[in-house]
């Protein structure tokens, strides 16, 4: 391994704190830029030796969809900015040119890493996407037959003239931009034609063995279209060309005071999403300037927004070719989750935890736990009735079924489905037109409020009285994310516990007024007042000779009065530490400040999403789980539940499992540093380290897979 790799990533730009305070100087560190940061660290995982091939590719694959992601909701603010000359806030001039700086720096990695490290390496596994200047006859001839027959029946190229406009170009499309020379058919001298790709042609396709002998040889869509560029202009000359890409703004904003059905005006707004403002341009390196900017105009972009790439103007779409290589040896060994350790299988889910809580560890674990729970609930002729929210559920039915079947039964059957989960917004509104086509309740949150908790209330008469269950989760209720993402989830049936639950059911159906709350603390109610006094008791704690420790797991941490409490606590000698996989704004281990805080991120084959707060003044320990980031969208915008383990070998286990191995990882940790540069661990190269979700997929290898 070169060792360029154990540099340190750059430095993040700072900015400074909104309120500066004597109490807390520190400068916090940049949001998007911390954004950008962690997904050098995940680029990391494309150049690890030890990381199965057609893995590392995959890893390039979900940096360029993150990327997208990024421009399609943090980039706007910075480009209208740039367009308006302003010089003060948070988006100013300077930081579009420092945010797009730092976007060209990873993508120009990104593609490094692609063309000089990944594709010779799968070059030597006989795996090669051939470009068109390096097919034999025999290949050009089978890359022709497919044009004729797959390809050119799709395409109608867009000559521009007057009556021709530029044609609307959807959202990460791929499209060819052509300069011609002659004449048209009418004798006239129009240029410029613009070849849009239709999205449902694979953007690889794999060649019969007859022309591709013992490799598995593959080409690009992009690249058996550039070969029959000039059949689509018969009479006309084809000169320079270039693949492009737009990426536009999409998060989808509906006013929802002012609309009478929020479903129905989400519908319109997906309708317009592909089509939003421009706010990232993509071409071919080789693209001349000419052309570049004919785009850039077209899309009313500044040269920063222009991104020159050395391959694929999409690398997300190349994932299709795991998919299509027969290699197991350059997969990840597939990874069997455990039943869950504390359910009995064929034993009632009911009766089990009428004795006891349930905890289950994903992916390590297998979210058939949670299945079974609400099958059991659908079967059960003594349950009256079944709540739950649905945030990301995915395309996999079988929840819904569950639901809709549960109706069928008889049961009472409510759904809080969140609309305006972002990029999900289509599938949710599909599933709840499902569900209320069946005769579920079906409600929509609260005004102004997304709804990230993840509850399942289940009602039961059991001889004269009314009991309940609940599973409380910090994940979605995804059965295929699940099996990707480290998650906790609790099955209860803990009386003041589902009491609460119950009580917030209520409050999204008709909001009401809370009651007084016995376990949980609900965003945007008292979630962010609790942990703030919950780190200054702390904090208070330490202030007088009392050992303090805070340990937080989460995925993002941007709040500015939760990080300023933590600067606060620890410099009052509370011992914190911060493990946080993405964005980080509070510097680690800046002298005289934050010198009790260290903040690590762990990034491994799942991807860390569990939120676990633990809080100890000398012998006495607390342990949350939740929904919740430390986002200020999540503590005041949306619905978000956190609730204590109160039992105490569950709460022990999650200090076990989820906070020990991640603070000791020596392998895929990385850890911040005050100048904003992020360190791999110290043990990051060596083949004998084992990180922490090797350790728990060990521990739990140790039990029958499902």
């Known amino acids: 391994m070169s060792r360029d790799r154990r540099k340190r990533h750059r430095p993040l730009t700072r900015m400074s704190p909104a309120v500066p305070s004597e109490d807390s100087p520190v400068a916090l560190l940049d949001r998007d830029h911390s954004i950008l940061a962690f997904n050098e660290r995940v680029l990391d995982w494309a150049r690890r030796s030890d990381v199965p091939l057609l893995e590392r590719l995959r890893y390039l694959c979900i940096v360029s969809s993150n990327l997208d992601e990024f421009f399609e909701v943090r980039a706007a603010p910075h480009l209208a900015a740039l367009q308006a000359g302003d010089l003060k806030g948070t988006y100013t001039v300077e930081s579009f040119r420092a945010l797009a700086a730092a976007a060209h720096r990873l993508v120009e990695r990104q593609y490094a890493v692609y063309n000089d490290e990944l594709t010779p390496a799968f070059a030597q596994e006989g795996i090669e996407i051939v470009s068109h200047g390096d097919r034999d006859a025999a290949q050009r001839r089978w890359v022709d037959e497919y044009f004729d027959r797959e390809v050119r029946p799709l395409l109608v190229p867009v000559g521009l003239d007057p009556a021709h406009p530029f044609p609307l170009v959807a959202n990460k499309s791929l499209n060819f931009i052509v300069r011609l020379s002659g004449q048209d058919a009418f004798g006239r001298e129009n240029e410029i034609a613009i070849v849009k790709v239709p999205r449902v042609l694979p953007r690889l396709i794999r060649m019969p063995a007859k022309v591709s002998g013992k490799k598995t040889l593959l080409v690009s869509l992009s690249s058996v279209i550039?070969?029959?560029?000039?059949?689509?202009?018969?009479?006309?000359?084809?000169?320079?060309?270039?693949?492009?890409?737009?990426?536009?703004?999409?998060?989808?904003?509906?006013?929802?005071?002012?609309?009478?059905?929020?479903?129905t005006a989400l519908r319109l707004g997906l309708q317009q999403r592909h089509y939003g403002e421009a706010v990232r341009l993509e071409v071919s390196a080789g693209c001349t300037d000419h052309l570049a900017e004919f785009l850039l105009r077209q899309f009313e972009l500044p040269p920063g927004a222009l991104y020159r790439v050395a391959g694929p103007v999409n690398l997300v779409r190349l994932v299709q070719l795991i998919d299509l290589v027969d290699a197991p040896r350059l997969l990840f060994a597939p990874y069997k989750a455990s039943y869950p350790a504390q359910l009995v299988q064929g034993t009632s889910i009911f009766e089990q935890l009428r004795q006891r809580d349930v905890l289950i560890h994903q992916p390590f674990e297998s979210f058939d736990g949670v299945l079974d729970f609400l099958r059991e609930a659908v079967g059960d002729p003594q349950v009256l009735a079944i709540r739950q929210t649905i945030y990301r559920t995915g395309a996999d039915p079988v929840l819904i079924d569950l639901l809709r079947e549960a109706v069928r039964r008889g049961k009472e059957v409510m759904a809080v489905v969140e609309l305006k989960a972002r990029f999900d917004e289509e599938a949710n509104i599909n599933w709840a037109e499902q569900l209320e086509s069946v005769g579920a309740q079906v409600v929509y949150?609260?005004?102004?409020?997304?709804?990230?908790?993840k509850m399942l209330l289940v009602t039961r008469r059991e001889g004269r009285q009314l009991a309940r269950y609940a599973h409380l989760s910090t994940g979605n209720y995804n059965p295929r994310t699940a099996r990707l993402y480290t998650d906790l989830s609790l099955l209860t049936a803990d009386g003041p516990l589902t009491r609460d639950v119950e009580a917030l059911f209520v409050h999204l159906a008709g909001q009401s007024r809370l009651p007084k709350l016995h376990r949980v603390w609900v965003a945007p109610f008292q979630l962010h007042r609790k942990l703030i006094e919950k780190v200054d008791v702390l904090g208070a704690a330490a202030a007088r000779g009392v050992a303090a420790r805070i340990v937080l797991k989460m995925n993002a941490l941007t709040d500015e009065p939760l990080m300023l409490a933590l600067v606060r606590a620890g410099r009052q000698g509370a011992r914190i530490d911060l493990i946080v996989r993405g964005a980080c704004m509070l510097p680690a281990q800046v002298a005289g400040l934050t010198d009790n805080i260290r903040v690590r991120s762990v990034i491994g084959r799942f991807l860390e999403h569990s939120r676990v707060f633990y809080f100890r003044a000398g012998e006495e320990e607390e342990v949350y789980l939740s929904s919740a980031d430390w986002m200020n969208r999540n503590m005041l915008r949306r619905i978000e539940l956190a609730w204590p383990v109160t039992q105490p070998a569950l709460r022990q286990r999650v200090i076990d499992e989820c906070l020990v191995p991640y603070l000791h990882d020596d392998r895929d940790a990385w850890d911040l540093r005050p100048d904003g540069s992020y360190r791999r661990a110290p043990r990051a190269e060596d083949p004998a380290a084992l990180g922490a979700q090797a350790a728990l997929m060990a521990r739990h290898a140790a039990r029958p897979g499902i």
Do not use: I, M, Y
């Open 226 to 263: 550039r070969a029959h560029l000039q059949d689509l202009f018969p009479g006309r000359e084809v000169g320079h060309f270039s693949q492009f890409r737009v990426t536009r703004h999409s998060d989808l904003a509906v006013d929802e005071d002012e609309v009478r059905n929020l479903r």
């Open 445 to 453: 949150g609260v005004v102004g409020l997304k709804t990230h908790a």
